[in-house]
């Protein structure tokens, strides 16, 4: 008789978890084109499932034409956010010649000092500059194709999104049905409280990661205008969608920040006051704002999360580190209340005190048994 898996050597159970991740891993990076939308897709529909069904109550509407409206809805306040960036930028191009004025005077400068330091003189910076620019010029097509195709891939992700949307509203009693079809009659319950949790909180994050973005970029815009920085508006929502990203959203703002504010201010002191800001704004944000506002149902520690968004970026690119933080969220609502699974919920948290107590009962039960 075959022995059961729990009982085979430990280098058999080692080589199939390794295999299995990396099937796993190799299906989802293949599959991409539609598990991406589709998760997204998901958070969408659990953030505004209470929004349809207030239409269904209140106005007595369909349950198609109100999970029409309210994807509609938030397609609306989505183009009004792009169209709000698209004009800041549109005005940030007309700033073009002072750009290139202001880089040339950098260039001089930094070719000066380069002569100084390493007995590097202008002539020989200047032919590997040009030789660098020959080479970056040569593939000038590619880079602009490539462009083309990721804006139409990028439409065509968000057209895909919004269907997707709009369908889970729909059947979500179907999808509920299914999901708990597919499991024993005994789990049914569990089953149901894993999903009501997932929805709750899953919810109350994004919930609270919009309010979080919506005071981080009004702060940041604010302070910006106050300090005679410009384009603050377009730098304070540039900083409040990238602050979505952990610790590493923040530090790409501030480089975006300090290019822009380079390019439009010839003055140094003005640099410096928007790496200040930020900086502080962060540590106020990630200290006092992210634990009140988006709260500590789910805490995931910023070890697992810096590891999340890294596997995220290089699985999925830019919506893998998006997407990393929900799914390790998810993953430990269901690690929190699987038996078998709960030491990985532990070293996902964040909250000591509690995880310390977890793992301490689990001993207790081990030690009993």
């Known amino acids: 008789m075959d022995l059961q898996f729990s009982q ?8 199939c ?17 539609i598990l991406s939308p589709l998760i997204f897709s998901c958070l969408f ?26 994807v509609i809805l938030m397609l609306g306040i989505i183009c009004l956010v792009l169209y709000v ?3 800041q930028l549109s005005n940030l191009a007309s700033d073009w010649p002072q750009f290139k004025e202001q880089l040339s005077v950098s260039i001089s400068n930094l070719q000066q000092w380069i002569d100084a330091r390493f007995n590097i003189d202008a002539a020989h910076q200047l032919n590997y500059v040009h030789s660098a620019t020959t080479k970056a010029l040569a593939s000038s097509t590619t880079v602009v194709s490539a462009t083309v195709l990721s804006l139409s891939s990028i439409l065509l992700f968000l057209v ?48 609270g990661l919009l309010i979080e973005m919506g005071i981080v970029a009004t702060a940041v815009s604010i302070i910006f205008w106050a300090l005679g920085i410009k384009y603050a508006i377009l730098l304070g929502l540039i900083t409040g969608i990238l602050n979505v990203i952990p610790y590493i959203g923040i530090f790409v703002a501030l480089l975006l920040s300090t290019l822009i504010t380079f390019a439009t201010a010839a003055v140094l002191t003005k640099v410096i006051l ?21 709260g500590s149902k789910v805490r995931i520690n910023a070890l697992i999360t810096v590891l999340g968004v890294i596997v995220g970026e290089m699985l999925w ?6 997407l990393s933080i929900p799914v390790i969220a998810v993953l430990k609502i269901i690690f929190d209340r699987i038996e078998s699974l709960k030491p990985w ?14 793992a301490k009962r689990m001993s207790v039960k081990r030690s009993k048994s």
């Open 45 to 70: 529909s659990i953030l505004l499932l209470p929004m349809a069904s207030f239409f269904e109550r209140r106005f007595n509407l369909p349950r198609s034409a109100a999970s029409m409206l309210s």
């Open 274 to 294: 928007v790496v200040v800001t930020l900086v502080v704004i962060h540590l106020i944000d990630s200290n006092v704002l992210l634990p009140i506002v988006v």
């Open 160 to 207: 895909f999104t919004f269907i997707y949307t709009f369908f889970f509203l729909l059947y979500r009693s179907l999808i509920m049905k299914f999901l708990v079809s597919v499991f024993l009659e005994e789990n049914k319950k569990l089953v149901y409280d894993i999903i009501e949790q997932v929805q709750y909180i899953i919810r109350k994050y994004i919930i």
């Open 317 to 322: 690119g830019i919506s893998g580190m998006f």
């Open 345 to 358: 919920g532990i070293i996902l948290g964040d909250e000591e005190k509690k995880q310390n107590r977890l």
């Open 85 to 87: 960036i698209g004009s």
């Open 17 to 33: 978890v390794l295999v299995s991740l990396i099937a796993f891993g190799y299906l989802v990076i293949i599959a991409k084109e």
């Open 8 to 15: 085979r050597p430990f280098y058999v159970k080692t080589m």
